[in-house]
Nanobody, 118 residues
Framework: QVQLRESGGGLVPPGGSLRLSCSAS????????MGWWRQTPGKERELVAS???????PYADPVKGRFSISRNSAENIIYLQMNNLKSEDTATYYC????????????WGQGTQVIVPS
């Protein structure tokens, strides 16, 4: 199985930018759709961006035009560039397959926290 580790979160003012990284402990099969998810306390985890094997990148409506997902398959890293951040983007961000926990991914990582004060 492959473990995922997210990094790059932090405290950023409204309008600022962050780039999140998701590194894998092993090879993620190219056929896997990979995505970035986010969760706030009391709410379900939601998918915000994904990248398909063909390179298409659908986004959730709240982040369209502001977030950009990319994948470095050679290094098994998934990135999420977040621009023009808003307070409603405050959440813990996770990467995973879409749908989640498809082999060789079997569990969620620790996530990385993004805080955008209002």
């Amino acid at each position: 199985q492959v473990q995922l580790r997210e990094s790059g979160g932090g405290l950023v003012p409204p309008g600022g930018s962050l780039r999140l990284s998701c590194s894998a402990s092993g090879i993620i099969p190219p056929a896997r759709v990979m995505g970035w998810w986010r969760q706030t306390p009391g709410k379900e985890r939601e998918l915000v961006a994904s990248v398909t094997p063909k390179g298409t990148t659908p986004y959730a409506d709240p982040v369209k035009g502001r977030f950009s997902i990319s994948r470095n398959s050679a290094e098994n890293i998934i990135y999420l560039q977040m621009n023009n951040l808003k307070s409603e983007d405050t959440a813990t961000y996770y990467c995973n397959t879409v749908p989640p926990n498809v082999w060789p991914i079997t569990t969620w990582g620790q996530g990385t926290q993004v805080i955008v004060p209002s």
